[in-house]
């Protein structure tokens, strides 16, 4: 008897479990597919006649967004939300729990991938894709395909998300029909894992804009108000130079005009690492200092600012801007005398002018002009394409301004160490009670409450 | 047959050469020592980056070291700049971050450097010899990078000892006008080139690196010392094959080149003999005077080096000199012009970033 129930069981799962796998596997069937013309596209075009491709292709980008997943009676991810499940601790190993917390993270980066433009533009890109003359314009269609295959692969990975939850549940509810423990503690353990990992893969969905994998360059430029002023651009610089040292990037000044008594005038550093460029982005804009000034002898309190350029620096060379070396004009920093073999000295500081814009950039870190040189060049190369970026796509709320477009106004964030003790975000409202770890570069908290406030306000993005 | 007279005609390309190289016998040595008896022989000085990290201090004392040598830097203010056009004490603190950097072996620990901190450090110099050494930098105006014993100059970093000169940012851009001018003509970039008045080898050793493989540049001097130098630079960057150093007066070691020259680079002395008293501290009680003074108006070796040039260089052979200023290229451009007339073509006079006119170029005219 307990023979034949047995394989009952056994059979039951199997059928479950080739169930799942059928889905799963059709799913990705329609992924690979997509991904397999979508990465051909180019060369097969040459050899293909016209009419062909254009068929099979409208056969692949037809269907994009994947058909609703659900577990195998009918529960959805929307569903689990639905539902309201209370979420408890990770300890508690309640899979409801985690369901609910997976779930809540596919929602949470759905939302920041602005899904349904996602979905409408990744349409729009397939079309593009499906024109016959597509590749009369290689650049054109090379952009096109390039975006269309970032979207793409941003929209198979949650859904792969989305179906491993499901499978996990359908895992667990057999299991406790079946009383198999085993498969069960081993089921909730992978949502377990899945709930770990969520919270991860949230963050990655915060930088999901074109430039925010790059490293950059961070400005600093002190407002009016002499010494005072110059000392807080010196403190909001060595805020991002902590930043940036303990998130592991690595950090080389650039230019720095040291202020006459204390502080700087301006500083630019390069912050070089994985997405330095998303989160410093979060950084641009005036900060507001209030303090009593240690330079002021009668002791009065002060209030200064400091303006934060970053600026991307662009990993792709076919993205930069070309410069012509006729349009430069290389000036040594701090010249005077006769120079050549008169002078003894170890400044070997450049400005680089490009006349057409008259955007500058300087170098005095290195020890040899050449260097200088080619630091400052590549410091202007990164400007020349900001500004080109923002001409571009002034529509585009991604792209950063320049130190000369920060209007002094726009504050984004007040540093009050006197009467009392706070930092708050005036954007975010995000706030700390203790300047002192701010200033020494605990800033992820400003960072990401303010990249997500600003995707997540995007309320019917998902 | 091609392969036969291939073969031939390799040995004889420099035939100079052959009989003057004393730097691929002493393969050991990197100083000269075949050129000169061995009790003259000069050892050039390894800079202090490349010594062996075998001492040691606390980062404690590392610290009072650095406050001491911070504040004599302060002290200065910018009393050498009024005086002689000297560094300030912003200049003197950078070169004190860079002395640190030198000087100890793993430099990520300095920005540790606290006040109680028994954390040790490795270091490539005593800390009692720093002391001495900051001392020379501020005390007696010795230059920074005799402290050191190296220039940073373009991507390369140059040994330097009293004795040769410090090669200059302005002489940067020679490098740059020979890798415009090759870039243009292939041919000019598999001939012979020299460099005259190498002192530690900066311009043949940039011009090599432009030349590549194919290129041969022949780079003198007549100060041993810059022999040494200059022989020891060139080994360190691997360029034997390519740069080969010569000791003798101007062209004397050239002989046997005559119209063979694809290119001719010098940044000979060119100070005026007057104005040599009056030098900033650093260059005038420092510096080799063999190196800077040019005669009484500061274009004796000036003018010497066109007259050579006319002679060495074959047609389409480019040349660039580096001179005291504006009066020095156009009084050279009228030499030129004037005196060996129709030898020369496409003069050009060029500034420096700071600029002055600094540099004359040109090319030899296709019919001598
Ligand atoms: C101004 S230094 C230039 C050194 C090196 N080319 C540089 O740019 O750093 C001039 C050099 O010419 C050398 N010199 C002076 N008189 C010379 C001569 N008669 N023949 C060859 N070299 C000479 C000096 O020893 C010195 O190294």
Redesign the interface.
Known sequence: MGCSQEGEVEAKKEEKIKLGREKASIASYCAAAVSEEHDSLAPSFARVPLGMVFATQIRFWGSQAAPEQSTSDGLTVDGILASNWTILDENEGDWKSHATAVAQSIHLIKRRLQWRKLIVRLNMLSAELNKPDLWDDPVHAGKISREHGSLQGKMKEVNALEQELLEHIDMIKLAREENDEDLESESVKALLNMRRNSKEKELEALLAGEQDLYSCYIEVQAGAGGTESMDWAAMVMQMYKSWAQRRGYKVTVVEEM?GEIAGIKRATIKVDGDYAFGYAKAEVGVHRLVRISPFDSNKRRHTSFAAVAVTPILGDASAHVQINESDLR???FR??????????????A?RIVHIPTGITATCQN??????NKASAMAVLQSRLDQLEMARQAHLNAQHTQSLTDITWGSQIRSYVLHPYRMVKDLRTNYEVSDPDSVLEGDLDGFILSYLSACLDKDEDGA | MKLSLGSLYRPSRFPLLLKSYPISRSRRSFCVSSLSSPETSLKPQIPLFLRPPIYSTTLSDLRKWHDWAESLASSVGSTFEKSD?G?DS??LC??LK?LLEDAVEDHTLVSQMGVENDRRVRMRAHVDELYNLWKQRIQERR???YVVGCE?????VLSVQEGV??P???T?RIVDFVSDVVSKDQELKRGVWADLGTGSGALGIGISRILGSEGRVIATDLSRVAIAVASYNVHRYGLKDIIEIREGSWFEPLKGLEGKLAGLVS?P???PSK?ISG??A??GRH?PRV??DGGVDGMDALLHLCDGAALMLKPGGFFAF?T??EQHCRALVDYMENNKSGSFCNFEIIP?????E?FVTGFHGKAI
């Open positions: 040291p290389i000036e040594r010249s005077g005398g006769p120079g050549g073999q008169h002078a003894n000295t170890t400044e070997s450049v290195e020890r040899s002009q050449h260097q | 056009n560094p912003s200049l950078r070169e860079w230059p920074f990078q940073h100059w373009r991507d390369l000169l410090i200059r940012p302005e940067e940044n002395p060119y100070i104005d030098l900033q650093e260059v510096e190196a800077l580096e005291n200023g420096d970033f700071a600029g002055i600094r």
